[in-house]
């Protein structure tokens, strides 16, 4: 089941590097067929790939040596400029001359949306492109977008958040007619900040978008909406807010029912097995990547503690990505709504 | 250990008005040995009062009849003009007067806002009172404010919110030297919004506070502060989020320990208690009331969906902030900033 997609992934991203990013994009490449070019330092690549058993290493990949690396307190600027040969500006310009389709990265997330817009460039009327992350819930995973490429945001960026995010969810997770919201702080019109009042009036107005209002902050993880749309700035502190809870609400329970020994073996068991199944239904590793939407060309930009499944599934999506020709549908929804985005624009 | 305190309640207020509202402030008044006031309809809640245990009605109390009622849907400017002899504007005009030195109300959280602005009034200097609220967390609780009175915010108010915040965790919570935190998209100076960053230049400078810089969204529930300072857009996501992410993990967790029936009984018993163990801990009644800090006079804002403990405990809180007298604690540090708040203000 090979197929002619091919795939840049950034070996030296994340707190792990080689060690993780190796074995992860070797084994999607082997599930689904793509050929992986693994961008790094050649050496560094070399030393993880004699580790690894040999049947994974019959995955289709090269390696692209890049001789710098991006540490993670660097300003993306300073980055664009002075690591013109770190393994992310590499495995960007791949994508932009066309030699990869795709570029994923654990690495640094503010130089990955750098190289993102100033290398890949963004699609032509796209001011800001956006990350977007895949949110587990109790019944279906949502898309909150922006989770921190922009922190400050116009009401068309917000709106062009939404269309892309509908183009995502359908092909990505399977959703024939994905409910967009925008997170405010009731559920009527009329709730939340100027920018956000003006994003809702676009939204409602679009071209084949299935807009439901306004939602709210528990919405993310219990109403029924598909993508959650809000300013980088919103989405970032819900993102890291839900991390935190997550960790600290599983943790306490943990205390309370294994740490006075008083559970019986057998439910201390089973206990144990319910964490660990809760674990996996809210790990981002099982979605991998959040997709840097807007841009010319596909990335996919990780988070910087991925281990090897994380970055397995991201590269799994992008190739899914390119499968399903998501870039254009997604370039079809901004078409539809180019005219409302330039009068949203020019009224600004 | 009956203390001269006079407290108005609210009895209308919330989604089970007088029925947990008149129980909660009785238990309330006979622990701490304050006054309370009931305001509302008489014969509502005279009603609830002849279903109460003899012993309740010892408590130190008053009816004061106020006959109208303030709906959810209305807006807080339409309540403040029309609905003059509503429970939450008789009982705000009782602090006003002096006649109480603090209300309680679990209605319309804007109606409050509102009253609390134009009838009571706001501490000179002060543009915008804020909600705060009482976050739980696995080690110590922490005090997050705005959460939603101000969807907009100007880098004074932010200042201002870190002031009072500190002020009232020093006193309420206990807290020797509370560590203020800004909520951002990043740990270290220089990230987030013009306006965060504005904010924590002020924060920075402040006299008497112990800014502890920026704080990220995981930080609420698992970072070493006491305080979060955030605009009330982001707070009340934050809050909302909260409780629904939290909500939705016990069920998902239930669902798993419990839901096939395969614990055994003994372990689901020790399961079950864990969860209520769990419950109590995150549970917003154990705090009872959100302050509306900034006023002239004492104020609490409780849930909607509070129950007796949390109207209670609200009520509580309001005697303890009288006791410790915590007003003038916020006072005071307002006046130790207030040629930095004018200088902020006027270079807005």
Do not use: W
Not at 150 to 179: H, T, W
Not at 225 to 247: H, I, M, P, T
Request: hydrophobic share 45%; aromatic share 6%.
């Amino acid at each position: 089941m090979k197929n002619s997609n091919i795939l840049a992934v950034d070996a030296m991203g994340g707190d792990f590097g080689p060690s993780v990013v190796v074995p992860g994009a070797l084994a999607a490449a082997q599930k689904c067929g793509a050929k992986v070019i693994l961008v790094g330092i050649e050496s560094a690549i070399q030393d993880v790939l004699d580790t690894l058993p040999e049947n994974l290493k019959q995955a289709d990949f090269s390696i692209l040596h890049a001789s710098q690396v991006v540490e993670m307190n660097e300003k993306p600027s300073d980055i664009l400029r002075q690591k013109k040969d770190s393994s992310i500006q590499v495995a960007c310009r791949l994508v932009k001359e066309g030699e990869a389709q795709a570029v994923i990265s654990a690495g640094h997330s503010g130089a990955c949306v750098a190289c993102g817009m100033f290398i890949i460039g963004r699609i032509p009327g796209v001011e800001r492109p956006c990350l977007a992350t895949i949110m587990p819930s109790k019944t279906t995973p949502r898309l909150i977008l922006d989770v921190g490429a922009n922190v400050e945001c116009k009401p068309y960026y917000l709106f062009q958040f939404g269309l892309m995010g509908s183009a995502f969810v359908r092909d990505i997770l399977g959703y024939e007619n994905p409910k967009v919201g925008i997170l405010s702080i009731g559920e009527e019109e009329g709730k939340g900040t100027s920018t956000v009042k003006e994003a809702y009036d676009l939204l409602k107005a679009a071209n084949n978008l299935n807009f439901v209002g306004n939602v709210e902050g528990r919405d993310i993880f219990i109403g029924d909406v598909d993508v959650v749309v809000c300013d980088g700035f919103v989405g970032n502190v819900a993102l890291k807010l839900s991390e935190g809870l997550a960790l600290s609400l599983i943790d306490i329970l943990k205390e309370e029912l294994l740490g006075n020994g008083f559970m019986p073996k057998i439910g201390a068991f089973l206990a144990k097995k319910a964490f660990k199944s809760l674990k996996k239904k809210i790990d981002y590793a099982e979605y991998g990547g959040a997709p840097l939407l807007g841009l010319q060309g596909i990335s996919f930009v990780c988070h910087g503690s991925s281990n090897a499944r994380a970055i397995e599934n991201a590269v799994l999506m992008a190739n899914t990505y390119i499968e399903k020709d998501t870039h254009n549908r997604l370039l079809a929804i901004l078409k539809e709504n180019e005219e409302l985005t330039s009068f949203a624009r020019s009224s600004v």
